[in-house]
Nanobody
């Protein structure tokens, strides 16, 4: 079985930093673009940033200059370094990736279980 497991969330004061990690495990052949999403209370899940297998990145405007996405392909892991956090960043953060399992042709879309980030004084 393939799964994505996030870690690194928590409570931080405004202006603080957190680093989220998401590791993919199981019988994996390849992983395409890896992404982070957030879901604030009462709102829809929305994209924060993504990174291709070759390292090209994309960020939504609200996090540009504050968040950095990176990945370690050897470890099947994606990271989200979040600096200068604001109360409006408070949400559950999810990682997402299309993954081709060993012995299969097509990618399936996987989600992690989510990790809570709370920015509050």
């Amino acid at each position: 079985q393939v799964q994505l497991v996030e870690s690194g969330g928590g409570l931080v004061q405004p202006g603080g930093s957190l680093r989220l990690s998401c590791a993919a495990s199981g019988s994996i052949f390849s992983i395409y673009t890896m992404a982070w999403y957030l879901q604030a209370p009462g709102k829809q899940r929305e994209l924060v940033a993504h990174i291709t297998s070759s390292g090209d990145t994309y960020y939504v405007d609200s996090v540009k200059g504050r968040f950095t996405i990176s990945r370690d392909n050897a470890k099947n892991t994606v990271y989200l370094q979040m600096n200068n956090l604001k109360p409006e960043d408070t949400a559950v953060y999810y990682c997402n990736a299309p993954i081709v399992r060993s012995g299969e042709k097509y990618a399936y879309n996987y989600w992690g279980q989510g990790t809570q980030v709370t920015v509050s004084s």
